[in-house]
């Protein structure tokens, strides 16, 4: 098995100043190592709300072929929220099912769910997956749409990368 | 508690030729009226299927920073529907769960409900929610998306609305 | 009773050079067939993945006025995958209801749906229809959405069209 690398970008002016810890990046650390069998590399950023920062580092993530890159932070209707507006700026092709099946899941939870304008996106061979910020609500959305993103990484040309049986099933049609 | 501004817009060459009454607008007027506990000033347009006055009308309603605005009308195929499209246009963020799930909630009473393309987004410190234009589906659309409408309103910086606990509760999550 | 004109492209490279048999395509014709009681004249094109082809192809068969455009294949992640964003390059609006509904039923059979970027959108008098490439899925996604066709064929002013009561019926508000 290949070595994989997975992005993982917090947005937070606070986490970035060091006033807090992020949590929800090793959050999604942890969602993924339990599920990829692969060792994996991670390129971990913590950056303020900036448009800027978020898209060149997409844009730099993308170029060194990270095949999954996924963003925790700036979805909602606040002014400083932009992460997809920025994503789909940066992205050649977006999968509007994902921001839609994530919203779904969320909206059994809570009804400020629809709020969100996560959305996920395709530039080169990376999957650009915008989540939310709240640490609790990563698993809740990732359990949504984790099932696609094996055969989707495949589709796109990314390193192939082993699943685990956890949770729902990654799935590959034949 | 703040004397709040919510804006009404309906699309009619009908009715803003005066040919019949607008009954979708005071379906909005009631709506709210039932459910928000501040005093509300309501700015009531009725306007024909029109693009460059819609267009030219939320801008001003967003730059007087009305918190609230509501269209009817103008969601569907036809050729002078085109009130999601001049919505786009005007807002610097789209929040797509609100067109989704009033589509869902729609659906459950008719199958045409996929052809409305409404939409939410945010202009400055202004939501604009686009309703459809038959008054008997107009709550039924907002009580889908009632509950988040509250704490998007904060988020955005608009002035502060006390809700009634009237249907759907409004939730702000802590 | 209009004799009416159907639409239907299908994207593949290896279709198009004679390496298979297209059957998507005849799986559309199959089940309008069975739906419409006009005399339908189909236009029918395979063509390869090639972007350029399909914008030409689209804006002749709606400069014709054909009113129900399909098109299959081409609207997942992968590169030569590029059908929606054609499809909303070429239409003046564009009808998201359609795609998430039609993605909201393929959900029900694999989890794969949400990687599927199809949509449905309207240039001058033609709806245009983005399907699957699996021929399994076709009657699939069309049992979602069929009952809100008839009605969007009449507001853009496409030639009328009588439905059979097959399946989920065609649906026209009064």
New interface residues.
Partial sequence: MDIVTIGIITLSDRASRGEYKDLSGPEIKRYFSERIKNRIDWRYEVIPDDPDQLYHLLIEMSDLEIGLICTTGGT????R??TP?VTEKVCS?????????M??VS?RA????????QTAG?RKKS?IINLPGKPRAIAECLDG?Y??IP??LD???APYMEFTQKG?HA?R?K
Same sequence: chains 1, 2, 3.
């Avoid at 092709?93 to 839609?100: A, M, N, S, Y």
């Fill in positions: 909602g209707p606040a002014p929220d932009f507006q092709k977006i999968l509007p099912g994902f921001g839609e099946e919203r779904r909206l809570v009804p400020t769910a629809i709020l969100s304008a395709i999957l749409v099932a696609a055969y989707c589709l796109i040309g729902s799935f049609p």
